[in-house]
């Protein structure tokens, strides 16, 4: 069966773990029936510069050092039990759902929404729903992971629908990917 996983920004991570964002912002939706299995990949994000002051018990001073904000793991998964659709594109594809209600189990605000759905890329915007919330005791490896690769044939460049292979994740999906099923 198939899964999902989504990169997501680790302020937003934080959001979810804590059980305030509802809904996960994206601008298309799986070909898959809901319910369906969602992990969720924290972004490494940027490297930030961190400073602490040493206490002078310790020996005093300032230390400057750099850290990512994101861990650049799989740290959970969800269960997409709807997909509500937020603004219009060409074919209707969710559940309608309220400004009001899209802003505040987002965490986003209206113009943050609007933005992201005037930013390059497809057009319209798709409200996916969290529930049965899982955040796992030690994040896990992308290469934990695998997703399905039409045997490509290299000599004639042919595709073998009938013999997928699995491969191991080695990098993390721009927005969201399909993966086996763990």
Same mark, same amino acid.
């Given at each position: 069966?198939?899964? &999902?996983?989504?990169? $997501?920004?680790?302020?937003?991570?934080?959001? !979810?773990?804590?059980?305030?964002? @509802?809904?996960?912002?994206?601008?298309?939706?799986?070909?898959?029936?809901?319910?369906?299995?969602?992990?969720?990949?924290?972004?490494? =994000?940027?490297?930030?510069?961190?400073?602490?002051? !040493?206490? @002078?018990?310790? =020996? %005093?001073?300032?230390?400057?050092?750099?850290?990512?904000? =994101?861990?650049?793991?799989? !740290?959970?998964?969800?269960?997409?039990?709807?997909?509500?659709?937020?603004?219009?594109?060409? $074919?209707?594809? =969710?559940?309608?759902?309220?400004?009001?209600?899209?802003?505040?189990?987002?965490?986003?605000?209206?113009?943050?929404?609007?933005?992201?759905?005037?930013?390059? %890329?497809?057009?319209? $915007?798709?409200?996916?729903?969290?529930?049965?919330?899982?955040?796992?005791?030690?994040?896990?490896?992308?290469?934990?992971?695998?997703?399905?690769?039409?045997?490509?044939?290299?000599?004639?460049?042919?595709?073998?629908?009938?013999?997928?292979?699995? &491969?191991?994740? @080695?990098?993390?999906?721009?927005?969201?990917?399909?993966?086996?099923?763990?």
């Amino acid at each position: 069966m198939k899964a &999902v996983m989504l990169s $997501i920004k680790s302020k937003h991570c934080e959001l !979810i773990a804590s059980d305030k964002k @509802k809904i996960e912002v994206r601008k298309t939706r799986p070909k898959i029936e809901t319910p369906f299995k969602c992990l969720i990949y924290e972004c490494k =994000g940027k490297e930030v510069s961190k400073i602490i002051d !040493i206490p @002078k018990e310790q =020996g %005093g001073g300032v230390l400057d050092y750099y850290e990512y904000e =994101g861990c650049g793991k799989v !740290i959970g998964e969800f269960v997409c039990d709807k997909i509500y659709q937020y603004t219009t594109c060409d $074919i209707k594809d =969710g559940v309608d759902i309220s400004d009001e209600d899209m802003t505040r189990l987002s965490c986003l605000t209206k113009g943050e929404i609007k933005d992201y759905e005037l930013s390059p %890329g497809k057009f319209g $915007i798709f409200g996916w729903h969290i529930s049965d919330l899982v955040i796992y005791d030690k994040p896990k490896e992308l290469s934990e992971f695998y997703k399905h690769d039409n045997t490509y044939d290299n000599v004639f460049g042919w595709v073998f629908e009938d013999r997928p292979k699995k &491969v191991p994740i @080695k990098r993390p999906p721009q927005s969201w990917c399909y993966v086996e099923e763990v």
